[in-house]
């Protein structure tokens, strides 16, 4: 059973091609996605010619949008945006900061990106400051400093130092140092029983026969 099929282009399609490619693509998309919405056909050479001023005109398109993606990525590269999201004490937010809400920033301070042209190195659910990549294409890639800050002052003199683990949540130091404290006393009645097994024991007499 054939797994891909081979189709002609009558609509640009992301990352996959412009009208007048022809292009090798799996059956399920083919029949799912591309036939049943017209982006694609099957090739012939008639087609192909009577598709080659709308490919020129997409061409054109292309290159158009490729030198304005250049010129965002020169001033998106290093940029940093600040957010503002409401938080607890601990500065654990109350909804984490997500693809759309940084694609939606961005496209408010005039360059148009979409949310999966946004990557976030992970969860984004404290305030602290992340760096993200905003990726147009393989070759077209700049990084933004997140700002994630809180809505009102927090009372730093109130917090302890915190601590977070690798998925981002706020280890719970008070059962750490419940266990420490545990341990310690383990390890201290341990040594207060080996001390005082010391000076219960006998001490070594000497026998005659070592006398001599």
């Keep these: 059973m054939r797994k891909n099929v081979k189709l002609l282009l009558t609509e640009n399609v992301d990352n996959l091609g412009i009208v007048g490619d022809v292009v090798n693509v799996r059956l399920g998309y083919a029949r799912n996605f591309l036939l049943p919405r017209g982006m694609a056909t099957k090739p012939s050479d008639d087609l192909i010619q009577s598709l080659a001023a709308k490919r020129a005109e997409a061409e054109k398109e292309v290159a158009a949008l490729r030198k304005k993606r250049e010129e965002a990525i020169r001033k998106i590269d290093g940029l940093d945006v600040t957010m503002q999201r409401a938080c607890n004490d601990q500065g654990i937010l109350y909804g984490g900061v997500t693809q759309n809400d940084i694609a939606e920033a961005l496209t408010e ?19 602290d400051v992340y760096e993200v990549s905003v990726k147009f294409a393989s070759d077209l890639e700049g990084t933004v400093k997140i700002h994630v800050v809180a809505d009102r002052t927090l009372q730093e003199d109130e917090r302890e130092e915190m601590e977070f683990d690798n998925e981002g949540n706020l280890v719970d130091k008070s059962r750490r140092r419940g266990r420490d404290r545990d341990r310690d006393a383990e390890g201290g009645s341990k040594l207060e029983a080996a001390a005082a097994g010391a000076q219960q024991a006998p001490a070594a007499r000497s026998r005659p026969e070592d006398e001599l």
């Design 109 to 127: 301070l005039g360059f148009p990106v979409r949310p999966r042209e946004v990557r976030l190195p992970g969860s984004i659910k404290r305030i």
